[in-house]
């Protein structure tokens, strides 16, 4: 595994244990070209993410961890922001990964500040 993907998988997971949930279950939606042209970096978030999973397990601060995964297949800001609205709004995750492209993420921005989302 690159280290691209094992700095983005210590970066969620050390969000996840800076911020107090008071879920028994904290929900992680990951946005990510999974497929596509660019699948190769959004398949690293997932890499990245599961191997943390695998060598520290699935718990942190006694709280189950689920990842909700989101293809994007491309840079495609209004894509990004659905996707982002299902996950925040639907599927309720506290917190938000991926966006590997700057305009996806800046089209997302102001929905996490709306829903007090990390």
């Keep these: 595994m690159n280290r691209a993907a094992k700095f983005i998988g210590v970066l969620a997971i050390a969000g996840l244990m800076s911020g107090a949930a ?4 904290i929900k992680v939606g990951v946005i990510g070209t999974m497929s596509g042209p660019f699948a190769l970096f ?6 990245g993410i599961e191997a943390w999973v695998a060598e520290h397990g699935s718990k942190v601060a006694g709280h189950d961890i689920e990842f909700i995964y989101r293809d994007e297949e491309s840079p495609n800001p209004a894509k990004s922001k659905a996707l982002a609205q299902e996950l925040l709004f639907k599927d309720k995750v506290q917190y938000l990964a991926g966006f590997y492209f700057t305009p996806d993420a800046l089209a997302v921005a102001p929905l996490l500040e709306e829903s007090k989302t990390r």
Excluded: E, P, R, T
């Design 22 to 25: 008071s879920a028994d279950v």
């Design 42 to 47: 959004g398949q690293n978030f997932k890499a």
